[in-house]
C-alpha cells in the first residue's frame, strides 16, 4: 500500500499575512503636512510683494478709494514710469546695481580663500576668531557711520561708489566666511589629496578641484552679500550724497511723496534683488556644482 502525498492548497488559495499599511499612510500625511506648510510659507512671503506690485500698478485714484479691491481693475505703467523716470532714480539704481556687484565679487575674493583655511587648518584661537567674527556682524552700522565717514573724507574716497562697496564688504564678511567655511569642511580631503599627487599646486587644487565642488554654498553667500548691498540704507545714506544708492535715493526723494509713488519705489526696490536670486537658483538647487 502506498503513501499518498498531501495535497497542497492551489497558490490563490493561500492566506497571506495581512500588510500593515499604517506606516505608509503616516508617511504620506507627513509628506502632505510638509507640502501644506511650504505652500503656507510661500504665500506668506510672496503675498506682500504681489500687494505692493499691484499698488504700483494702480491708479493713484483706485489707491485713494475705500475700500479697495485686492486686484485693482484698471492697471496702468502711468506712476511706476513716473517714478523710474524722476530725477537721480536711474543714476541711483546703477549705483545700487554696481556697488551689489563689486560687493559680491570682493566678499567672495577674500571671504572664500578664509573660509577655506577656516575649514582646513587648525590655529591658534581659531574659535575665537569665529565668535569675533559674529560680533562684528552684530555691530550696528550707525556705530561706524560718523568714524566711516570721517575715514573717507579724509581718504578722498567720500560720496563715491567703492566707499559703499568697501562698507558693505565689511558687512558681509563674517558672513561670507562663515558660509564658505562650513561648505567647504564637506569637501572631502581625499580629492584634495589626489589631486595633490598627480602634481596639481595648492592654489591648482583649490581652483579646480574645490571651488567646483563648493558652487551651491558660494551662491548662497552671493545672494546673501548682494541681497544685504542692495538693501542697505543707513550706510549709504551717510557715506554718499551725489552718488546715493536706490535705497538712499528712494528713502530722501519719497519722505513727502504721494502713496503711489511710495509703492513704486518698493516695487523697483524688490525687484533686482528677486532678479538676481532668480539667477542664481541653479546654483543652489545642484548639489556639490552639478547642473543636471
Same mark, same amino acid.
Given at each position: ?40 510659507? !510661500? ?14 500698478? %494702480? ?22 514710469? @513716473? ?10 539704481? @546703477?549705483? !545700487? ?18 573660509? =577655506?583655511?577656516?575649514?582646513?587648518? $587648525? ?5 575665537? =576668531? ?14 561706524? %557711520? ?28 563674517? /558672513?561670507?566666511?562663515?558660509?564658505? $567655511? ?57 557715506? /554718499?550724497? @551725489?552718488?546715493? /544708492? ?10 513727502? %511723496?504721494?502713496?503711489? =509713488?511710495?509703492?513704486?519705489? @518698493? ?15 541653479? =546654483? ?5 556644482? %552639478?547642473?543636471?
Amino acid at each position: 500500500m502506498t503513501a499518498t502525498k498531501p495535497v497542497s492548497a492551489p497558490a490563490e488559495e493561500r492566506t497571506l499575512p495581512p500588510v500593515d499599511l499604517a506606516p505608509l499612510r503616516r508617511r504620506r500625511v507627513r509628506a502632505a503636512l510638509v507640502q501644506v506648510a511650504c505652500v503656507l510659507v !510661500s504665500l506668506f512671503m510672496v503675498l506682500p510683494i504681489v500687494l505692493v506690485a499691484f499698488a504700483a500698478l %494702480s491708479t493713484p485714484d483706485e489707491l485713494a478709494e475705500f475700500p479697495k479691491s485686492f486686484i485693482p481693475s484698471d492697471l496702468t505703467l502711468d506712476t511706476l514710469r @513716473g517714478f523710474v523716470t524722476s530725477t537721480g532714480v536711474l543714476p541711483a539704481f @546703477g549705483n !545700487s546695481v554696481l556697488t551689489g556687484l563689486y560687493t559680491v565679487v570682493l566678499s567672495l575674493a577674500i571671504g572664500a580663500p578664509a573660509g =577655506y583655511a577656516l575649514a582646513r587648518h $587648525a590655529f591658534r584661537g581659531r574659535d575665537t =576668531y569665529q565668535v569675533f567674527m559674529l560680533l562684528v556682524r552684530a555691530l550696528p552700522i550707525v556705530v561706524l %557711520s560718523v568714524p566711516l565717514a570721517t575715514i573717507f573724507l579724509r581718504g578722498g574716497l567720500y560720496d563715491t561708489v567703492a566707499a559703499v562697496t568697501l562698507v558693505h564688504t565689511a558687512l558681509a564678511m563674517p /558672513t561670507t566666511v562663515l558660509i564658505t $567655511a562650513s561648505i567647504f569642511v564637506a569637501v572631502p580631503t581625499d580629492l584634495e589629496e589626489a589631486a595633490r599627487v598627480f602634481g596639481c599646486t595648492r592654489a591648482e587644487t583649490f581652483r579646480r578641484v574645490v571651488l567646483p565642488l563648493a558652487i551651491p554654498g558660494l551662491a548662497a553667500s552671493a545672494v546673501f552679500t548682494f541681497v544685504l548691498s542692495w538693501n542697505e540704507v543707513l550706510g549709504a545714506g551717510v557715506l /554718499t550724497i @551725489g552718488h546715493r /544708492t536706490l535705497p538712499a535715493q528712494v528713502l530722501v526723494a519719497l519722505a513727502d %511723496s504721494p502713496q503711489s =509713488y511710495r509703492f513704486a519705489g @518698493g516695487l523697483v526696490l524688490v525687484l533686482p534683488a528677486l532678479l538676481f536670486i532668480f539667477l542664481m537658483r541653479r =546654483y543652489l538647487l545642484s548639489m556639490w556644482g %552639478s547642473r543636471g
